[in-house]
């Protein structure tokens, strides 16, 4: 019996291997994207009152969506709580995970994941009521923290705080709109996330200047979409939409005048190259001449998308820091188109 | 009267006096009110007691829902309307979360166009099931009960007609199959319907519904489940998972009291494990451990996963109520049976089933009502059930740090639900005791 | 005389197994354990294919490292050095911390609804009938979330036990309620709190002996002795003797407030909220179900009875002591200890206000930062079936004996 099984397994396992790759041949079969995003974040992914997607990760998730099936549309947009989002992308339950997931050596290693890019660099904050009269995160000892449990930030804080020497009292939260309750009502001194979500939070308080964001940022959190391990094509194809859509920014591509710009060569062969208008770039990647056209289409350049979601006209009012193009002082660096 | 009388009875009434009404405090309220609340020292303590907890409790409960605003379309437009109306800081209630987002919290991200469909495909189930509820409506409505899951997946999802049609097909030639070779044995008939109704599945029932859509398109707009969510979520994965239980119940409740050993031990490790573990828990494997368990490739939708896992943790409780449904009839019913020389599948289909899930439907009931309420339970997993989607209104900018009037609302609409269900089955159980004396 | 002819012996033939019910039975359940065994033999191939196939492998070593994240509350001293075993273990005593003070709070909250819902004062057997649906008709998760709201909203923030005057005072001295936690006293023991602890346990005894020797006096004789009070005496008067003797060993830490920094109490223990809400909501939701049972328990007693006892001289509070409670008894306690059940599976909820049970340590964040999902589920399933195991073993035991009392 148990000879039988371990057979069947090793036979099995090697069809598996072979039958392992090809993420886009299942993505067009499907003719849908399953993508994996946040249940409830304002600025990245969150449904509005039409039930409509929308949000920073949900944008590019439409970008892999038009630059494979040629529509913005064609996604399944799957919810993931933090606890489980990484078992269903490796269970094959999404195609590939845009849910604010830091890149970290654990999960690339250890979990089988792969972080193709880096389409946000956050870091940890802490957000306290002006009341508290605290000025330093080191100056927190003793404070009740709230902290959004199945997170890094669980262990950066437990990691700062012994860094430094200083106690402090975890209240783990559920989830965001519970965390910001909870703080709210007091019953935390103070509430650590990401700076993008601390921002995000405080624009829906009654009066966001009893609030301040901590100088510091306490972590790296490099957030990116996330894929399966082993699937390289797959990676290939969401790493360089998401670089056509930083590249698109570099060289003044935009929602707006890409049509114009692909209708004919231009005077800059890069962006003929991105564009499909000079060589074969679409097709070394199974895609489509146009899917970078398709990809800037679907939601505009990373700027675009940035400022449309997070920007500094949203309630969110974000700056673009670390995440303005390298050329403004940012880290957004994108490989060459060649 | 007698001289006799007239002298040794000083007085005597000859007329009789009208009747007096009894004293004030032994009358109407006053009455009421001493017996019922100032009995004695005790009962006075209690009542102080009780109306201090009642005054406690509405106190600040009541302004605030009545001073309630419900023409805003986000929480600052509310503060300023408050602000306006009645001043800062005073506390009051912004129901206009609520006239917003109803709609969310009752369909989910169901089109707004289809909004019908949810409320028919109800419809068309409670019509399906309303005569086993109340026996004394005509049988002949129960031929609608066969039709109707058909009906309402295709309702619920949308799509051509033809995939339901087709799939119903196979049941209407399983029960051709059955009754043709029923003279041959109640196994070969069984072997012969099934054998038949799953190669019909299997290869004939996807073409012939592809056939039937290119000559007759004919169809509803499809509806993704992820888009199912709010009190509709809950209602279809809780009566989905009842209706679906209730056939795996009842075989697993036979299987435990069937004197063979190891049928009836496969079935107490069943439902034993089924039930030592919480439903969190079970979802949780549904979410996170099933497609280790299946094919390498097998990808089906969550909410079918959830509703699959939600099937067999009820069938181990559904199989709990008939088992006592079936302990409580009396012997002499098993023993008649015997004794008529039924089979045991005629004597479980003639005489022991219908008198034992009469019996059970009170606590069939009951399970669907702890069933129904355990379904929030899925916004832990992420189904955009009315607690998650409260999170998620919460989470907005429109809606940001609103709670108290979301909760309220989904606790309401829960209640009226149970509630209803509740007396139903009360009302049941005594309409039931009464027909056995 | 024989009559009775031997049946015809004929050979055995195959369809006999389908078709004589002697050997049916047999065929069936090899026909099912072939099926079982096919199923799980499926199920198990599928797992091994799959984890190769995502380069996992079945391992509980991931238990022996350094968990790394920190814990609200604990029974037992944890640091984020621990191990994930050690935040599982921590998990599991929270699961029980809560399973335990719920189930006793649930049975005095329920047994007082289920009485005072057959109380003849109107108002207060309403009030009851409206808890008891209220809480019967609304999904627990509901309810955790809106006694952890409220509890939030309805305490003052540690802040207001600041300063000569201050907003709000610690009960008696020495419970102070706030918005993070409810902060009590813990004890100190000092030299000699052994001997003190010696000294409770021989009165408990002394207290149980004299129990005994009471109810065989009785028995023998008829003469009833004293039995509470000489037991509270005995409870009581040596410990105090020995307490004021050995000076005060034990001693109680009082929560104080730190005036300057960021408030916080130091100090005694502190209950988080998220264990109050969630042991108080666990606690109404499950004695409203036991309400029920009690109510079911006392009307299921013949008014006979009672009118028998009355009949023969008891007094009400030896009627309800002697002949209605160990009848009622016998209708309430198998369901009550399901409830127990459902309790302690109802405590996995936990995560909805995030206490650190057994769901959210091993089943949440461990399972999350280990990527360990089938072993982690895995256990946590096991410990689930532990408990309820040990919870029904008790409910047969109890059932078996009551069971062996009936004439």
Redesign the interface.
Known sequence: MKKSVLLGTLT?AGL?GV?QAATLDDVRGRDALNCGVN????GFA??????KWQGFDVDFCRAVAAATLGDPEKV??????GE?RF??LA???VDVLARNSTWTYSRDTDLNLDFPAVNYYDGQGFLVPRALGVTSAKELDGATVCIQTGTTTELNLADFFRVNGITYEPVPI?????G??QY?AGACDTYTTDASGLAS?R????TPDDHIILPEIISKEPLGPAVRHGDNDWADIVRWTFNALVAAEELGVTSANVAEMAAAPTENPEINRLLGTEGEFGAMMGLEPQWAVQAIQAGGNYGEIFERNLGEAT??GLARGLNAQWTQGGLLYTPPFR | MSDLDAQTIAYARDTMLPPAPPPRREAGAVR?VR???F?GPL?II??LL??W??WAALRDVLPWAFRGIWRADS??EC?TIRNELYGEGVSAACWGVIR??WQ?LVF??YP?SELWRPPLALIVFLLAILPVLFANLPRRLLWLAPAAPFAIVWLLWGGPIWGPVAAALGFVLAWVVWKALASR?L?VAFLGALVVSVLYWAFLARPLAAALTSILPLGLTPV?S??FGGFTLSIVIGLSGISLSLPLGVLLALARRS?????SK?AVIYI??I???????WL??A???L???????T?FD?LLRVIIMVTLFAAAYIAEVIRGGLAALPRGQYEAADALGLGYWQAMQLIVLPQALKISIPGIVNSF?GLF??T??V????L?DP??MS??I?????W??I??EL?IF??AV??VF??AM?RYSIWLEQRLERSHR | MTIAAEPPRRAFRPGQL??DTRYR?IT??VV??IL?VALIAF?VR??V???H?LGKDFDFGFLGNRAGYDIGQTLIPYTNNDSHARAALVGILNTLLVAGLGCVTATVLGVLAGV?RL??????SR?MTVYV??F???????WI??VY?VLSEATPAPTAFRGEDAEASKLFGLIAFTNRGTYIPSLVWGEGASTLGVVLVLSILAALVWRAFARRRQEATGQPLPVLWVSLALLVLPFALTFLLLGAPLTLDVPTIRETGIARFNGGINVLNSLVALWIALALYTGAFIAEIVRGGILAVSRGQSEAAFALGLRPGRTMRLVILPQALRVIIPPLISQYLNLT??S??A??VGYADV?ATL?GVTMNQTGR??ES?LL??LF??V???II?GVMNIYNRRIALKER
Not at chain 2, 379 to 382: A, D, L, Q, W
Request: neutral net charge; aromatic residues 10%.
């Open positions: 099995l598996a039958a249940p409830g974040l304002t969150a449904p509005d009152a039409s039930g399944n947009y799957i919810p993931l709580s489980t078992t269903a269970a094959g339950e559920a989830n965001d709109a519970e910001r309750q709210l939070v624009t829906t308080f009654e309630p969110i | 009421w017996e019922n609340l009995s009962n209690l009542t009780a109306l907890l009642l929480v600052s503060r917003s987002r969310q989910g991200f707004s044995g196994l993704r992820a888009d004197e063979m050993f190891i049928i496969i034993e494990v039930r030592g573990v919480p439903l969190i828990v949780l494997v979410q996170v451990l497609n280790y368990f299946l094919p390498r490739g990808n969550i009502i309420k355990d929030t339970l916004s832990i997993i992420s955009f607690m998650r999170s998620t919460r989470a907005t900018t429109e940001g740090g709670y108290w909760y989904v606790a829960f209640f149970c509630f509740s | 389908l078709y039975g069936i359940q099912a354990l079982l199920l599928n797992l294919v799959n984890l196939a005072l109380s003849k004062n109107w108002i207060v009030l649906e209220a019967r008709n609304v999904p627990l998760l509901l979330v809106l709201a599976k109802n996995s909820l995560v909805a769901r089943g999902e089938l589920i946590l399933g689930y079936l408990v309820s195991l029904s």
